[in-house]
């Protein structure tokens, strides 16, 4: 028997856009125009409805003690299904059948009353779930425990940074014993020692007979932590089953295949083209840390000094983590093929892509963005550790390279 079954569900939203409206504008001018120019007025500020699907016909349910993947692109329909459940919203039109009292972190602070203390906020959000004093007090100092905010348990929560935040809201959101526990991708802001102790508990509230949705962008952490996924795109659900292929084929439809992309360089004047960058799949796995070739086919009409190339890996969120460079003393005349290996690049799981470009002489005269996607998804949990303490944004990890020529 289903936890929860959803029907059809959708939900739509109507936007306005205003017509022939000024950028900037002052209070006096906008009345002195009332009266000035009243029909210029009213047209420019003609408005224009717009309806908006966030999700459209969504059919799921959900089986006790599951936990459940949902993936997709930014404005894909995520959060407004997870608020749908949490009845902060109501759907349009279908409806979602929920057995158990639901828990939920969907934003930082959601829940929380700023001018409350963190001790009295745990009482509050208690009650929201419509538990007895005594039932709180029982669970109260493993909360407080698993936060770690116990200096800061008397304080305002206003003045709690936004990991303080996550931290307490998320231990007592899976310590209150709700039948159900909905995760948004609030769990980014803590730090990745806090990140293992909420999989882990994730993992035992489920093995405890309770369900959890869990939404995030981290390709690494829904294939360790779910067996079954959801994909939505555009509001719709295009797949739902195993976690490891809903992956790949989110991968898949998200993404520019490097495989069959022409690159052309900004300029023939050098007389160097770009034929292809891939990364070499071929003995690569996606674990933690394995080294990540990348070839470059490149053909030059006369040999060339003082190549630069620059590949810069971006993560899901477009933020530069890492780049590789090289300087190549000398590219031979013809075709050649440029292996670049990246070590002890210490990238966390998720889901990256490649921005490339190529200088001559101070010139930038190739540069082609997000080229080649791939996933690091298999970590170990204990690799988180040195992910925290080696990682950085934007370093430059170690290179070697090598050219062969075609």
């Known amino acids: 028997m289903p936890i929860i079954k959803v029907e059809n569900l959708s939900k739509k939203y109507r936007i306005s856009h205003q017509e022939n409206k000024a950028a900037y504008g002052t209070l006096t001018d906008e009345i002195t125009n009332i009266f000035r120019k009243p029909v210029k007025w009213l047209k420019g500020h003609r408005e224009k409805k717009e309806d908006i699907w966030a999700i459209k016909d969504i059919n799921f349910s959900v089986q006790p ?87 800061f348990l008397d304080t305002p929560v206003k003045r709690y940074s936004s990991g303080m935040y996550v931290r307490l809201a998320f231990s007592v959101a899976a310590h209150l014993e709700p039948e159900i526990l909905l995760v948004d991708e609030v769990l980014a802001v803590g730090d990745a020692a806090f990140q293992k102790k909420c999989l882990g508990k994730m993992k035992d509230v489920s093995s405890g007979g309770r369900t959890v949705l869990f939404v995030s962008h981290n390709m690494g952490t829904i294939q360790q932590l779910t067996k079954r996924c959801l994909l939505l795109e555009n509001g719709k659900l295009v797949m739902d089953g195993k976690t490891s292929d809903v992956i790949e084929k989110y991968l898949a439809s998200s993404s520019v ?100 470009e190529l200088f001559f002489m101070g010139n930038c005269i190739f540069s082609q963005g997000a080229i080649i996607p791939f996933e690091i998804s298999d970590i170990n949990i204990d690799d988180w550790f040195m992910v925290r303490y080696t990682y950085n944004f934007g370093t430059y990890p170690p290179v070697t390279y090598s050219i062969q020529k075609v």
């Not at 700023?114 to 709180?136: C, K, S, V």
């Open 65 to 151: 003690g599951e936990i459940l993947g949902i993936i997709g692109a930014n404005g894909a329909g995520k959060s407004t299904l997870l608020k749908i459940l949490t009845k902060i919203t109501p759907p349009t039109a279908g409806k979602a059948i929920i057995k158990g009292r639901v828990s939920s972190l969907l934003e930082v602070g959601v829940g929380f009353h700023p001018e409350l203390t963190g001790r009295d906020n745990i009482y509050l959000n208690g009650a929201i779930l419509g538990m007895q004093r005594a039932e709180i007090n029982k669970r109260f100092n493993e909360i407080v425990e698993f936060a770690g905010i116990e200096k």
């Open 257 to 356: 295949s490097s495989e069959s992309s022409l690159f052309e360089s900004k300029t023939e004047v050098e007389g160097l083209h770009v034929d292809s960058i891939t990364l070499d799949k071929n003995n690569w796995e996606h674990g933690f840390n394995n080294p990540l070739k990348f070839d470059l086919r490149l053909r030059a009409k006369n040999a060339l000094q003082d190549l630069l190339i620059l590949l810069q890996i971006t993560n899901s969120v477009g933020i530069r983590t890492v780049a590789a460079k090289i300087s190549i003393p000398e590219l031979p005349m013809g075709e050649s093929l440029v292996s670049m290996v990246v070590k002890n690049h210490y990238l966390p799981p998720d889901i990256y892509n490649v921005n490339a």
